[in-house]
């Protein structure tokens, strides 16, 4: 768990990080209020909070993590004491958690909701990867207010049903058939090897930290390469 961290953090988090401060409508939000679901180490959180001096405008931050496996929990009293953002994470079954989400909604407004690296972890375990996507259009999407967005973050493979690009396409229909909602794909190049171009390619790759020294014995990701498709509520 740790060596995953010092492994993928960087660019977990700057994978995110891209998409919230340059290149889409979610700059304009002044508030950050994220669901992330199947968080593991919560990379997404980290960067959010990490480079926060760098938001234009100032927001403000809240942030809820569901995770299956409380081996995590280490990780996450870390963040918590580190952090003077509101952070929590609530330790669930993805899936028992998208199947009513009544009170979640009751006490919480998430504007963002951040599914990453969670479908390639599904299919691997061969999880009903239907199902997921029926909740999150109908108890997720549904439910969230106007001006909101859902970002899927993942490998960028999608050859066959066991890659987790082969189904943004089914997951954006579905989500088109909601009144006032687009739906937007991205790409990073990929550096070392040959990449597949996937509608819109960021601009730049790299990570936006500084590795630590004390870390590179890791060897950490040091660009970003994933598939991304957003979904904005309006
Ligand atoms: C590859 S990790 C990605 C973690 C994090 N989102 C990130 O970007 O680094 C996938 C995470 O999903 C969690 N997970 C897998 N199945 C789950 C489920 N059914 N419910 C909740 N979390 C789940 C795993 O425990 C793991 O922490």
């Not at 304009?28 to 959180?45: K, M, V, Y």
């Not at 001006?147 to 082969?166: A, C, E, Q």
């Not at 996937?198 to 040091?222: A, D, E």
Request: aromatic fraction near 14%; glycine fraction near 2%.
């Amino acid at each position: 768990m740790y060596f995953y961290s010092c492994k993928y953090t960087y660019k977990y988090s700057s994978e995110i990080w891209y998409l919230l401060v340059k290149y889409s409508n979610l700059k304009r939000l002044s508030e950050l209020n994220i669901l992330s679901l199947g968080c593991g180490s919560c990379p997404d959180f980290i960067g959010i909070d990490t480079l926060q001096k760098e938001l234009n405008p100032k927001k403000s931050i809240k942030y809820c993590g569901i995770e299956i496996n409380k081996d995590w929990r280490p990780i996450h009293d870390w963040i918590k004491s580190n952090t003077s953002n509101p952070f929590e994470v609530k330790y669930k079954d993805v899936y028992e958690f998208l199947d009513n989400t009544d009170s979640f909604f009751k006490n919480n407004s998430p504007n963002i909701v951040i599914i990453s690296y969670l479908i390639s972890e599904l299919l691997r375990s061969n999880s009903n990867i239907i199902n997921l996507k029926k909740l999150l259009i109908k108890n997720i999407l549904n439910r969230l207010p106007k001006d909101s967005y859902i970002i899927i973050n993942d490998f960028n493979r999608g050859l066959s049903d066991v890659d987790p690009r082969s189904h943004y396409g089914d997951i954006g229909n579905m989500a088109k058939e909601i009144p006032s909602v687009n739906v937007y794909s991205y790409h990073y190049a990929h550096s070392l090897s040959n990449y597949f171009w996937y509608h819109n390619q960021h601009p730049k790759n790299n990570i936006l930290f500084t590795v630590n020294p004390k870390i590179s014995k890791f060897n950490p990701w040091q660009f970003c390469s994933s598939a991304q498709l957003i979904i904005e509520k309006l």
